[in-house]
């Protein structure tokens, strides 16, 4: 089939294609179009499929026939003019007939979006500083801190509770009188002052002692709680079940002997190593985002809406999904921090437009540096990506058959090849 093509560029990364279908090829699907009827209808004394073409035509007429004929060239001729033409489409062509007439060529057009081509200047002259990494004195105090809490020793307790000490108690909460899961548990361990209770809770907690009950009444939050609690006044019931105080082992020799060190100061000394290795990796991650978003915002393209309308659709998906969760929606999200919706989407759409920009950047910084990530990298990335799955508590042959498939190896391959690009970037930043 020879398909005459004629290809318009127009604004924001969209093409139109005039696609003209000679006449000698549309009997190909007038064929098509009179089997698919045959195939529907039913003909006294035929079986479905069998009947003469006569028969067919004359039961449904030629407008139905010529009808179904247009619905299967259309779409099977547009396949071919773009794949002529080496178009990848974003999204569904829009299609308008302009010519389709007895014997006559079939003549129509097809709008489509697609990629961007961009262009980038002089991105080896981009260059950005890297913040030193320094440890203060009261991260490593801190750290101390953590670690003693964590080695702590317990000792029961015969006074009254206060801040600081190791409790547990058993708590019921009542709506109107009704028993609500969500504000009972019948056994909670927590240190007095770093629970997350409602507000005021841990308060009318104070001064009680091991053994004791207590009522009271709380106003429950307008946030973080499912619509039928929120604000509402709840009854406690709550029993005092264990008291203990907390005694945190000395900075000594010995305790850093448990930890695997010489003495304090080597203790000291690791614990500096190792915030220093974090605040590096952190450091070096923010570096090479802020690289890669300052090349990208020297780029000028012009986005089709196909394409940021898709992204931002990926990035709700994955912000809704994370608040569900957590036992979350959207609408409770928005109330709690005080935004609109409207809002929100121009902020997804900004963030969308970036997140693309990023993307088209880095392929095209693959593509001007020739990387490209191999096969024996493909299958490391992937086998890492199994055994990751693996400690999450993921099936191995349910992971095996995720990526084993086309589409799986093509997103590791595109997070290799940008993750290589953006080291090269880093390397010719250092020039």
């Known amino acids: 089939m020879s398909l005459v093509v004629k290809k318009e560029k127009l604004p924001k990364s969209k093409i139109k294609l005039e696609v003209v279908v000679p006449l000698k090829d549309l009997d190909e699907y007038r064929e098509k179009a009179l089997e698919k009827l045959s195939q529907e209808i039913e003909i006294k004394g035929f079986r479905k499929g069998k009947a003469p073409k006569q028969m067919v035509i004359d039961r449904v007429g030629e407008t139905r026939v010529d009808s179904e004929a247009l619905e299967i060239a259309v779409p099977e001729t547009s396949y071919m003019a773009m794949a002529q033409e080496k178009i990848v489409p974003l999204e569904q062509p829009k299609v308008s007939v302009k010519q389709f007439e007895k014997d006559k060529d079939l003549i129509y057009f097809l709008e489509v979006s697609i990629l961007p081509e961009i262009e980038i200047k002089k991105y080896k002259d981009i260059k950005i500083k890297k913040d030193k990494v320094a440890v203060k004195d009261s991260e490593i105090k801190k750290a101390l801190e953590d670690l003693r809490k964590r080695m702590a020793s317990f000792k029961e307790k015969s006074g009254v509770l206060k801040k600081g000490d190791w409790a547990e108690i058993s708590f019921e909460g009542s709506v109107n009188g009704v028993k609500k899961e969500k504000l009972t548990s019948p056994n909670f361990p927590f240190v ?28 429950l939050p307008k946030e973080q709680l499912e619509d039928e609690l929120k604000g509402k006044k709840a009854d406690f019931k709550v029993k005092l079940n264990q008291l203990k105080i907390i005694i945190p082992p000395k900075l000594d020799k010995s305790f850093a002997a448990k930890l695997g060190a010489k003495d304090l100061a080597d203790l000291k000394k690791r614990i500096k190593e190792g915030i220093e290795s974090q605040k590096e990796k952190e450091r070096d991650n923010k570096f090479k985002q802020e690289l890669i978003e300052k090349i990208a915002s020297k780029v000028k393209v012009e986005l089709p809406e196909a394409i940021i309308n898709q992204e931002k659709e990926r990035l709700i998906s994955d912000f809704t999904r994370q ?50 990530a191999t096969e024996a990298e493909v299958e490391k990335e992937i086998e890492d990506l199994i055994n990751k799955g693996m400690q999450q508590g993921v099936q191995k042959s349910e992971l095996v058959k995720n990526y084993d498939t086309p589409e799986a190896k093509r997103y590791v391959k595109s997070i290799i090849r940008n993750r290589k690009t953006i080291d090269k970037l880093v390397e010719l930043n250092k020039n």
Do not use: C, H, W
């Open 323 to 372: 608040l569900n969760a957590s036992g979350g929606n959207l609408d409770d999200y928005l109330v709690r921090v005080g935004r609109k919706k409207e809002d929100f989407d121009k902020d997804l759409a900004i963030q969308a437009e970036k997140n693309i920009k990023i993307s088209l950047t880095l392929s095209k910084l693959s593509e001007l540096e020739k990387i490209e």
């Open 192 to 219: 007095v002052g770093e629970a997350q209770f409602i507000p005021g809770f841990e308060k009318k907690l104070i001064g009680m002692k091991k053994g004791e009950e207590k009522n009271f009444k709380l106003a």
